[in-house]
């Protein structure tokens, strides 16, 4: 498996696929988070907005590699580690993101509570931030590896599938994100900084279901 993540990791690097969602994620954050801006509140915009780019980040994965190569790879390792590597440097890729982007966001955002009433001390409120972005990156890979080759083939049900899929992880009650993102905000509002653990774990599952499900489809479709 080391030996198809790092073959998936070269494709990805070198295709520059990558930069698109990379370039968006930045304008995002470049728009939504000004330093000054409580931390709590920039560091929930700052993991749901990473919840699209991570199932993006897996389309790029799942679409990049030419077929003859991908028949090939799949035919020396299996088409089911094949795949599940592809999902797992998507993850990576979309984790790695993620953590540099709350440490930065945790860096420039003020310290204090909406209203500036009730201090937040960086380490804590960057404990409560990585979780939420974890929880968001596992939940947006799992959106890709479901809306994606080899579930979904066509580009013109995928792409729409996936940006809809995404939509909905994030605003639907009792989704991880969605749990672990507006703990961010209501703890803006008193102070605290909850440790979004439980959906950290939900959206594990549902990511642990998701690839298991992308890659057994992957052995039964595989030419």
Known sequence: MTALLRYQADLLLRSQRWLPPVILYAVFLGVGVQSGQPVLDSLGYTAAALLPVSAWLVRICATGEPPAARACVAAARGPARAHLACLLTALLAAVLLGVAATVVVTLISDP?????????????????????ALACALLGTAVGALTNRPVLRSTGRAVPAMLLGALLAMVLAGSPAQAAVSGLVSGSQTGRAPLPLLPLAGAALVTATAFAVAARLAARRSP
């Not at 204090?112 to 931030?129: D, E, F, K, T």
Request: net charge positive; charged share 15%; aromatic share 4%.
């Open 112 to 132: 204090w509570s909406n209203g500036h009433r009730v201090r937040v001390p960086p380490p804590r409120a960057l404990a409560a931030g990585l979780p939420a």
